[in-house]
């Protein structure tokens, strides 16, 4: 299995840096910087100290490429074979560590799949991911919150109980290291 990332609008440089850090040790191939998500080094070239401190030379490792448009590279990768899956709470999602991958073909099911390649796709820190993007996943996955309640959250499946969401570097990590049990 191999994987790629994609950042929508992911604002800050320290969840960016961290996000690459955290690809180069789960064995991403490539990041993919969407709309406004900033770039390891800034409009004359230079390595953002901010974004250096967190990511530890990560970007000299994991190939990166900017990309104005995420639902025309989305497609793209689609057409290329890539799945693609959301990271994202919504009424349509499902907990990231019940996927399953079929060995024969790929599809969400059951089994282990050594050919499958799987595009993550993350977005802003406070809105998330917008329907435009979501609608284009083949399927959307979160991480299930526990402890105490946030007060009025509006999560789609909110039952009383447990944090809204988690930090989008923490939710990555988290998803991606679940992938490598696929």
């Known amino acids: 299995m191999v994987f790629c990332v994609i950042l929508h609008n992911v604002r800050s440089v320290h969840n960016v840096g961290s996000i690459f850090r955290t690809a180069d040790a789960a064995g991403a191939e490539k990041i993919y910087l969407c709309g406004i998500t900033p770039a390891p080094h800034d409009r004359l070239g230079n ?10 030379g990560a970007e000299k490792y994991v190939a990166w490429e900017s990309v104005k448009n995420t639902a025309r590279l989305t497609a793209a990768l689609k057409k290329g074979g890539w799945k693609i ?11 990231y560590d019940e996927l399953k991958i079929s060995a024969k073909s790929g599809s969400v099911t059951g089994g282990k799949s050594k ?6 796709v993350l977005g802003d820190e406070v809105r998330g991911l917008p329907p435009s993007i979501l609608n284009r996943a083949g399927k959307i996955l979160e991480i299930p919150m526990r402890g105490a309640m946030v007060g009025d959250a509006d999560h789609p499946k909110h039952s009383g109980r ?3 969401s988690l930090n989008v570097a923490v939710s990555f990590g988290i998803v991606a290291f679940e992938l490598r049990h696929l």
């Open 162 to 164: 447990g944090k809204e």
């Open 115 to 120: 050919n499958l390649k799987i595009a993550l």
């Open 85 to 95: 899956f959301a990271v994202e709470q919504s009424r349509k999602s499902v907990p």
């Open 47 to 56: 390595l953002r100290k901010d974004f250096a401190k967190v990511a530890l």
